[in-house]
């Protein structure tokens, strides 16, 4: 073997590592940024200082990031507060146990439903209907802001969003 095809065979497994998120280069892809996008669901993103802080989104990214060991992390709001359809995102850099993190939240078995690939939660009791969507290097929580909406109106904007944001 040359040393050339040494060196591709290299720089091929450390590129397959940063975007999947496997061995020393995850933490490169962890380290990312996360940009979102400006409309979701066809929804515009919340931007007004006086409504982010009502809804506490950028006080909640702040708590996510401490606790998620300084990783990336955004919560965004899609919608009008006054509106009929609004939802929150969450996007965080990295794995989430995401079947672990659905049992704790305390949801029952006939709640929890598989929809393509994210798992989802119908709203029962304090639970709002939300999605997660996840890989090595990001996961994503949607979650409607409303009640009455089900899990098939969420799963697609969580697709959407996961997709927007990796």
């Known amino acids: 073997m040359t040393v050339v095809a040494a060196l591709v065979i290299?720089?091929?497994l450390a590129l397959l590592g940063y975007i999947?998120?496997?061995?020393?280069?995850?933490?490169l892809n962890t380290e990312r940024g996360i940009t979102p996008p400006a409309k979701l669901a066809g929804l515009d993103r919340i931007t007004d200082a006086n409504i982010r802080n009502q809804?506490?989104?950028?006080?909640?990214?702040?708590?996510l990031s401490r606790?998620?060991?300084g990783k990336q992390a955004t919560v965004e709001?899609?919608?009008?507060?006054?509106?009929?359809?609004?939802?929150?995102?969450?996007?965080?850099?990295?794995?989430?146990?995401?079947?672990?993190?659905?049992?704790d939240s305390?949801?029952?078995a006939d709640n929890i439903k598989k929809i393509g690939s994210s798992t989802c939660v119908e709203s029962s009791g304090n639970l709002p209907?939300?999605?997660y969507r996840g890989s090595n290097t990001?996961?994503?929580i949607a979650q409607s802001a409303n009640e009455g909406v089900n899990v098939d109106q969420v799963e697609p904007v969580a697709e959407e969003a996961f997709k927007a944001m990796r």
């Open 55 to 63: 809804l506490q989104l950028d006080q909640t990214r702040q708590a």
């Open 67 to 69: 606790i998620n060991n």
């Open 10 to 12: 290299l720089l091929a």
């Open 138 to 140: 990001l996961t994503v």
């Open 77 to 103: 709001a899609y919608g009008t507060i006054d509106g009929n359809r609004m939802f929150v995102i969450i996007a965080l850099r990295g794995k989430v146990d995401i079947d672990k993190t659905v049992a």
């Open 20 to 27: 999947w998120g496997l061995g020393p280069l995850n933490r």
């Open 106 to 108: 305390g949801a029952t």
């Open 129 to 131: 209907t939300q999605c």
